[in-house]
């Protein structure tokens, strides 16, 4: 208890014939009172008590002590007597200094602060202007901002990070989406009431002249706008709401989810989505140079293409519809008219589990194949992935935000493994890698679960082709082998560390046997009246693939989870931002 709480409580007190009692062993210096039935616990209570009262009522006070083990009270002894009034000095001595310190604090602090307000009032006063005898500003993007080194230009952008250096100079790191931009603010500039009160994210527009950085020193791209004139445009909020007080890098995942249109702000996120943005290209310009044509398929349909388990539905004007689970058997009504197509189109699977590569919404690249074997399905794959790669890489701006993100990555120079479904089962087996659920062998006919999967994979360490899955555990569409009617010619392909990133196969070309197929897996063939037409107009042997964007970018960016390869992830419980 403190002197003050102690003075507080003896002045509300009537202390019984003029004796302060303390009882070593049943009292309190926080809830006694010093009276018989509410005794302190030490010798200093009483003394601070008594110090609290009128200075001539103060020799009349006894202290009456009850040591432990004692029955009685006795007068307390003069030694101890003295003791407990030193040490009330000393603390009645810490406390004064205590008070009187935070009361210099305080004015120190009022005086600051006044003077803060002063030097803001100050600089209310200064105005800038541009001054006309420079040449005309030239409007520039960052990402140009090498070709316009030495000329007088404005740029636009966000205050990604400040540093204000002494009282005349204020660097600015602005962003514009096309990169980043050091500023560097002199003088008047910053003695603005913008300057000094400029907060992280605010839009701005500065003029000046940009400049090689002298050596040793650094910054982005190794030069700098020497601002002759700035304005603010919009400005961020500062103090609890500011920015960086929204989500940091230790932020729990839900609340980085939560504010995922701030944190596409940041440099590995912004890098991750403009990777994304050059893989896209890379997609089109790939399947452009291969001669097929994109096409654009509805995402609101009445079929299923991967079981029903996953497929999310929804009221269509009175009718049951889904959200499309792959755009496959639509590019494969194009064959006839378009020849080989694809597309980058959303899909949509109602994936209950939370796992770091399933989303509910997703980008999916799909391509259909006519008049091929499934050997050549296969070589479609890997030089599509293998042809992807090179072109990001081969854009030296792109490359290093790979590098950044992914440091050590190189593009292939092997061909990727090649392997059947029932080697992958003996190669497990042979690893002693087990059934989840029983802990037994894999057997032949097992659906291969995502951890054993990745395991094998990254056992390996390069991308397989893993090819003929068994029948049972396949779609409806998918052709039983010649040679051995238990597998399909189907193929997965397995990326280190992130497992499946493509799923294909030939296709049931055959109007029976697709008709057949329906009635093993219990379909209405009815609303795939028009699937069914492709093997009734002139049928042929195709086949086809999908591959998921983000878990591509996952391999590709090296990110943990697919939830970061897209702009606003869709997953259980999150369908925000
Ligand atoms: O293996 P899937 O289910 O195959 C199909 O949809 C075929 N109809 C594609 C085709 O042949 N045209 O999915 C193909 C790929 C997977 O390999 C995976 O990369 C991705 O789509 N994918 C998902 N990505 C993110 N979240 C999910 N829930 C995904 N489900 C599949």
Same mark, same amino acid.
């Given at each position: 208890?403190?002197?003050?709480?102690?003075?507080?409580?003896?002045?509300?007190?009537?202390?019984?014939?003029?004796?302060?009692?303390?009882?070593?062993?049943?009292?309190?210096? /926080?809830? =006694?009172?010093?009276?018989?039935?509410?005794?302190?616990?030490?010798?200093?209570?009483?003394?601070?008590?008594?110090?609290?009262?009128?200075?001539?009522?103060?020799?009349?006070?006894?202290?009456?002590?009850?040591?432990?083990?004692?029955? /009685?009270?006795?007068?307390?002894?003069?030694?101890?007597?003295?003791?407990?009034?030193? &040490?009330?000095?000393?603390? &009645?001595?810490?406390?004064?200094?205590?008070?009187?310190?935070?009361?210099?604090?305080?004015?120190?602090?009022?005086?600051?602060?006044?003077?803060?307000?002063?030097?803001?009032?100050?600089?209310?006063?200064?105005?800038?202007?541009?001054?006309?005898?420079?040449?005309?500003?030239?409007?520039?993007?960052?990402? @140009?901002?090498?070709?316009?080194?030495?000329?007088?230009?404005?740029?636009?952008?966000?205050?990604?990070?400040?540093?204000?250096?002494?009282? $005349?100079?204020?660097?600015?790191?602005?962003?514009? =989406?096309? =990169?980043?931009?050091?500023?560097?603010?002199?003088?008047?500039?910053?003695?603005?009431?913008?300057?000094?009160?400029?907060?992280?994210?605010?839009?701005?527009?500065?003029?000046?002249?940009?400049?090689?950085?002298?050596?040793?020193? !650094?910054?982005?791209?190794?030069?700098?706008?020497?601002?002759?004139?700035?304005?603010?445009?919009?400005?961020?909020p500062g103090g609890d709401e500011a920015f960086a007080s929204r989500f940091n890098s230790e932020s729990d995942p839900s609340v980085l989810y939560h504010e995922r249109h701030l944190v596409?702000?940041?440099?590995?996120?912004?890098?991750?989505?403009?990777?994304?943005?050059?893989?896209?290209?890379?997609?089109?310009?790939?399947?452009?140079?291969?001669?097929? !044509?994109?096409?654009? +398929?509805?995402?609101?349909?009445?079929?299923?293409?991967?079981?029903?388990?996953?497929?999310? $539905?929804?009221?269509?004007?009175?009718?049951?519809?889904?959200?499309?689970?792959?755009?496959?058997?639509? #590019?494969?009504?194009?064959?006839?008219?378009?020849?080989?197509?694809?597309?980058?189109?959303?899909?949509?699977?109602?994936?209950?589990?939370?796992?770091?590569?399933?989303?509910?919404?997703?980008?999916?690249?799909?391509?259909?194949?006519?008049?091929?074997?499934?050997?050549?399905?296969?070589?479609?794959?890997?030089?599509?992935?293998?042809?992807?790669? @090179?072109?990001?890489?081969?854009?030296? &701006?792109?490359?290093?935000?790979?590098?950044?993100?992914?440091?050590?990555?190189?593009?292939?120079?092997? +061909?990727?493994?090649?392997?059947?479904?029932?080697?992958?089962?003996?190669? #497990?087996?042979?690893?002693?890698?087990?059934? /989840?659920?029983?802990?037994?062998?894999?057997? *032949?006919?097992?659906?291969?679960?995502?951890?054993? /999967?990745?395991?094998?994979?990254?056992?390996? =360490?390069?991308?397989?082709? #893993?090819?003929?899955?068994?029948?049972?555990?396949?779609? *409806?569409?998918?052709?039983?082998?010649?040679? @051995?009617?238990?597998?399909?010619?189907?193929?997965?392909?397995?990326?280190?560390?992130?497992?499946?990133?493509?799923?294909?196969?030939?296709?049931?070309?055959?109007?029976?046997? #697709?008709?057949?197929?329906?009635?093993?897996?219990?379909?209405?063939? &009815?609303?795939?009246?028009?699937?069914?037409?492709?093997?009734?107009?002139?049928?042929?042997?195709?086949?086809? *693939?999908?591959?998921?964007?983000?878990?591509?970018?996952?391999?590709?960016?090296?990110?943990?989870?697919?939830?970061?390869?897209?702009?606003?992830?869709?997953?259980?419980?999150?369908?925000?931002?």
């Amino acid at each position: 208890m403190s002197a003050a709480e102690i003075t507080t409580k003896a002045a509300q007190m009537s202390l019984e014939e003029n004796f302060v009692f303390v009882d070593e062993a049943a009292g309190s210096d /926080e809830t =006694g009172q010093g009276t018989k039935s509410a005794p302190y616990k030490t010798p200093l209570a009483a003394v601070t008590t008594i110090a609290s009262m009128p200075e001539e009522k103060q020799p009349t006070f006894k202290i009456q002590i009850k040591k432990t083990g004692d029955d /009685e009270y006795a007068e307390i002894t003069p030694s101890a007597l003295k003791k407990a009034k030193k &040490a009330h000095e000393i603390a &009645a001595k810490k406390a004064k200094k205590q008070a009187e310190q935070a009361a210099k604090d305080h004015s120190e602090n009022d005086a600051k602060l006044a003077e803060e307000q002063r030097k803001l009032e100050e600089s209310k006063k200064i105005v800038l202007t541009e001054d006309s005898s420079l040449p005309q500003a030239k409007q520039i993007k960052i990402i @140009d901002a090498t070709n316009n080194r030495n000329t007088r230009v404005k740029v636009y952008g966000w205050v990604s990070s400040m540093r204000v250096q002494g009282r $005349s100079m204020m660097f600015i790191i602005l962003r514009d =989406g096309t =990169g980043y931009l050091q500023c560097v603010l002199t003088d008047r500039l910053c003695h603005t009431y913008d300057a000094l009160t400029l907060t992280q994210e605010s839009t701005v527009i500065i003029h000046g002249v940009i400049k090689e950085v002298p050596e040793g020193k !650094n910054a982005p791209d190794g030069h700098e706008l020497v601002a002759d004139y700035w304005e603010v445009v919009g400005k961020a909020p500062g103090g609890d709401e500011a920015f960086a007080s929204r989500f940091n890098s230790e932020s729990d995942p839900s609340v980085l989810y939560h504010e995922r249109h701030l944190v596409i702000r940041d440099e590995t996120a912004s890098s991750v989505l403009k990777v994304r943005s050059r893989v896209m290209r890379a997609f089109r310009d790939h399947f452009e140079s291969v001669g097929y !044509n994109e096409v654009t +398929p509805p995402c609101m349909v009445q079929t299923q293409v991967e079981g029903g388990s996953t497929l999310f $539905s929804f009221n269509y004007y009175g009718e049951n519809a889904y959200l499309t689970q792959s755009s496959q058997l639509y #590019l494969e009504t194009c064959l006839p008219s378009l020849g080989a197509v694809y597309t980058l189109s959303e899909s949509y699977r109602a994936e209950k589990s939370n796992t770091r590569r399933h989303l509910s919404e997703y980008t999916h690249c799909e391509a259909e194949v006519p008049f091929i074997s499934f050997e050549d399905l296969l070589d479609c794959i890997e030089n599509m992935i293998k042809d992807v790669v @090179d072109r990001v890489w081969a854009e030296p &701006a792109t490359r290093a935000m790979i590098e950044k993100l992914n440091p050590g990555f190189k593009p292939f120079a092997e +061909p990727f493994v090649r392997m059947r479904y029932e080697n992958a089962i003996k190669w #497990l087996n042979e690893h002693g890698i087990k059934r /989840e659920e029983d802990g037994k062998d894999f057997e *032949f006919g097992d659906d291969i679960p995502e951890a054993p /999967e990745r395991k094998m994979t990254d056992a390996i =360490g390069k991308p397989i082709l #893993l090819t003929h899955f068994p029948v049972p555990i396949k779609a *409806f569409y998918m052709p039983p082998t010649k040679d @051995d009617t238990r597998v399909t010619e189907s193929v997965d392909l397995l990326m280190p560390g992130v497992g499946e990133i493509v799923g294909g196969s030939m296709r049931i070309w055959d109007y029976d046997t #697709l008709l057949a197929a329906y009635k093993r897996e219990g379909l209405d063939p &009815a609303p795939y009246y028009w699937y069914l037409d492709q093997r009734k107009f002139g049928t042929c042997p195709h086949g086809g *693939f999908g591959l998921g964007v983000e878990r591509f970018l996952a391999w590709l960016t090296n990110r943990f989870t697919v939830r970061e390869c897209c702009l606003y992830p869709r997953f259980v419980g999150r369908c925000q931002p």
